[in-house]
């Protein structure tokens, strides 16, 4: 029985007890994503060009939640990103798109109509 449990201690640190820092995604307000926008986060429209071109928040670049995967172009794992579009649902995609893809710091305003 000693043997068994001598073994199963030394085994433990190579199979699967390694800590993953993975990231989280938080629900935002807008007065919340701009003071992040003024500590450098990145706010991300993802909706569609056409209707980025109509309207969108002050800063935000446009990533369509299609093609979210491009942000590294923008920001690095670290980096604060905020997501938004028109309803909540796109940026609820993104959002976990960008926690699969391993970013850690993720921030889902859910729909432009919050800022006002």
């Not at 199979?15 to 003024?38: H, M, P, R």
């Not at 109509?54 to 299609?66: F, G, Q, R, V």
């Amino acid at each position: 029985m000693k043997k068994i449990i001598i073994l199963f201690i030394l085994l433990i640190p190579l199979f699967g007890c390694k800590e993953k820092n993975i990231g989280s995604i938080s629900k935002v307000t807008c007065e919340e994503a701009y003071d992040f926008v003024a500590d450098d986060a990145l706010l991300v429209d993802v909706r569609e060009k056409d209707e980025y071109d109509l309207d969108h928040l002050e800063k935000a670049i446009n990533i369509s939640y299609k093609e979210i995967e491009n942000i590294s172009k923008y920001a690095d794992k670290d980096t604060k990103i905020i997501v938004y579009c028109k309803s909540g649902k796109r940026s609820n995609i993104a959002a976990n798109k960008l926690l699969e893809l391993g970013y850690k710091h993720i921030y889902d305003l859910g729909s432009i109509e919050s800022c006002g």
